[in-house]
C-alpha cells in the first residue's frame, strides 16, 4: 500500500453523477431535437443542440473533474467546481425551456 491516504469511494461516486448527468443530457436532448424537426419546428432543435453540446462538454471534462477531486480530497484544498457547475446549469435550462415550447406548439 502507498503512502498516501485513500480518499474513499465517494470521489468515485461523484464522478460517476457526472458522467449520468452528462450523458442523460446529452442522449434527451439529441432526442428531443430530434422530435423537434419531425414536427416541423426546426428553431427548437438549435436549443436542444446547445444542450446536447454541454452534456458533451461535461463528459469530456469528467476526467479532469475526478483527477482535481482526488488532489483536493488528499491536500485537504478547496476545489472550485464553478464553471462544471455553469454548464450543467446552462443546459438543464435549455433543455427545459425548449421542452416547454415543444410541449405547448405541440
Known amino acids: 500500500m502507498s503512502g498516501e491516504p485513500r480518499p ?8 460517476l453523477a457526472w458522467v449520468r448527468t452528462a450523458v442523460t443530457m ?5 432526442g428531443a431535437a430530434g422530435i423537434a424537426v419531425r414536427h416541423d419546428l426546426p428553431g427548437l432543435a438549435v ?16 476526467g479532469k473533474r475526478h483527477r482535481a477531486l482526488e488532489r483536493t480530497l488528499r491536500h485537504g484544498r478547496p476545489l472550485d467546481h464553478r464553471l462544471d457547475a455553469r454548464i450543467a446549469w446552462a443546459g438543464a435550462l435549455a433543455v427545459a425551456a425548449a421542452a416547454l415550447v415543444l410541449v405547448l406548439a405541440m
Not at 436549443?47 to 469528467?62: I, K, N, S, Y
Open 26 to 30: 446529452s442522449g434527451s436532448a439529441v
Open 47 to 62: 436549443p436542444f443542440t446547445a444542450a446536447a453540446l454541454a452534456g458533451a462538454v461535461l463528459l469530456l471534462r469528467t
Open 8 to 15: 474513499g469511494l465517494h470521489s468515485e461516486r461523484t464522478r
